[in-house]
């Protein structure tokens, strides 16, 4: 049974997170763990009693953002139509997060080495996501005729997001897209389009 200090202290991971997810964005750079204890009106000291260092706070950030898009594909993996434009929608709507935990994570990728159980914590929920929606994939791709695998086609909605992701938060092309509801609309049937169809002659 978990006790009231432990409840409580995971209550206050939860506030730091929370807090650092929304200085991240808001900066729409890196923070200091300085400018995160400030803004909760703790002493530092108490952010690194639960987080061992600054990486480990990035990375239990895109952890938590992958469990969001887990609880998607739970929710919505009854229809394709949906779940695709449910999954794009939370990452192109918060254009800003999408860009900055994916180049984070990139970084720690290549430059982290301590903290490989939350690497696999990371990449076990990313596999869970791919499970909750495996039956549903491989029967649109079959319906669709397509010679796609799954994890290939998951790659290109991937790809079609991540680029229209970038395309909505840069400043130049938010002067010039016009209508942004249209154009998240035509990416999202984009990404709906599947290639490698099966073809029909010898």
Excluded: C
């Excluded at 108490?46 to 950030?61: D, R």
């Excluded at 929710?75 to 394709?80: Q, R």
């Excluded at 499970?131 to 491989?138: N, Q, R």
């Excluded at 992701?165 to 709906?192: C, D, F, M, P, W």
């Amino acid at each position: 049974m978990t006790t009231v200090r432990q409840q409580n202290f995971l209550i206050r991971k939860e506030k730091i997170l929370a807090m650092a997810e929304t200085l991240l964005l808001d900066n729409n750079q890196d923070i200091t763990l300085s400018e995160l204890a400030s803004e909760l009106d703790i002493a530092k000291g108490t952010i690194y009693k639960h987080f061992k260092s600054k990486n480990q706070l990035y990375l239990e950030l895109i952890i938590l953002n992958e469990k969001r898009l887990l609880d998607i594909s739970k929710k919505f993996n009854h229809d394709i139509k949906t779940y695709v434009s449910q999954y794009m929608l939370y990452n192109m709507l918060n254009s800003n997060r999408t860009i900055l935990l994916h180049v984070i994570e990139e970084r720690l990728t290549n430059n982290e080495r301590k903290l490989k159980d939350l690497f696999e914590e990371l990449y076990d929920i990313r596999e869970q996501r791919i499970l909750a929606i495996k039956d549903l994939f491989s029967d649109y791709l079959k319906a669709s005729n397509s010679i796609m695998s799954i994890r290939d086609y998951l790659s290109y909605i991937w790809t079609v997001t991540y680029g229209a992701s970038l395309l909505l938060n840069s400043t130049h092309y938010q002067k010039s897209i016009g209508s942004r509801e249209r154009l998240i609309k035509l990416y999202v049937n984009q990404a709906l389009m599947t290639p490698d169809k099966i073809s029909t002659h010898n």
